[in-house]
């Protein structure tokens, strides 16, 4: 088979010929249909995960087809389609590839009738932002903010509108809002052009800024937006450094939280998210 692999730390990728993996104990052998392109892949290729052990094929938004399945296997069968998300990619190869290997409890059945293109992405960016929202202590008809309007921010205002909230959108400039509000968001602020912080603050405060895309230039004027009690959650990765007033956090009583959702376990085809 066919794989992009990464040899060493912040090494290139390199297009190489493996053997097609045989399946081992409680394993599955897919043959992948498509996988998403994610920020989290850079971070592995750099190393700045631990753990990750090279050569390794990168590719954690997985949509295959079960190709070879052995005899322990119970709740799947060959030419089901299942996706899987990290930890594949990152503590095993993952979907840069033709073929790959993966554990039964690490895959979820993928409904009929979805595009293995256009649906490979909720494996990682899909579960991220609903498992945020999910978790975030909004109820239906709270003020829930969505900064970035990306591949995370796009699927969280579609998740923060069917979910009740009353979802506003902010982004660095005017060119998502359309999109936004075709999405679901009832507002749509930029970042260069509005006082966000104001109108936000003139709606009551958000009781959850869901922050996709971190950007050091917008830390405090986030928690200005939050209402006293409200939580900003952050699920987009970035280098660079955020920092943040301590005062308003502290006589707001405000809370900030990282989140993330990297493993899916199937049981009895119900997918759990961790």
Not at 152 to 180: C, P, W
Request: aromatic letters at 8%.
């Amino acid at each position: 088979m066919k794989c992009y692999q990464i040899s060493r730390q912040g090494g290139p990728f390199e297009l190489v010929e493996r053997p097609i993996p045989k399946p081992g104990d409680g394993q599955i052998l897919i043959k992948l249909l498509s996988c998403g392109i994610c920020k989290g892949d850079t971070s592995i290729k750099d190393c700045i995960f631990p753990g990750v052990k090279y050569p390794i094929i990168l590719g954690h938004e997985i949509i295959g087809e079960i190709s070879d399945i052995v005899p322990n296997v119970k709740n799947l069968k060959k030419a089901d389609i299942v996706g899987l998300g990290i930890p594949a990619g990152y503590m095993f190869d993952g979907g840069f590839a033709q073929y790959m290997l993966a554990k039964e409890s690490d895959v979820v059945i993928i409904p009929k009738g979805l595009s293995p293109v256009e649906s490979a992405p909720l494996l990682c960016a899909g579960v991220t932002t609903f498992s945020a929202l999910k978790n975030c202590g909004a109820k239906e008809g709270d003020l829930v903010v969505i900064c970035g309007v990306g591949g995370l921010g796009h699927l969280a205002v579609q998740y923060s509108n069917k979910m009740g909230f009353k979802t506003v959108a902010i982004s660095r400039n005017e060119s998502k809002k359309d999109l936004a509000i075709k999405l679901g968001a009832k507002y749509y602020f930029s970042v260069e052009k509005d006082d966000f912080v104001k109108e936000i603050t003139n709606f009551g405060g958000a009781k959850t800024v869901i922050l996709t895309g971190p950007s050091e230039n917008v830390a405090d004027k986030l928690i200005e937006c939050l209402q006293e009690g409200g939580k900003l959650m952050i699920v987009g990765t970035n280098t660079k450094k955020m920092e943040f007033s301590i005062n308003p956090i502290i006589f707001g009583k405000k809370n900030i939280q990282g989140w993330v959702c990297m493993i899916m376990k199937l049981k009895k085809n119900v997918w759990n998210l961790v």
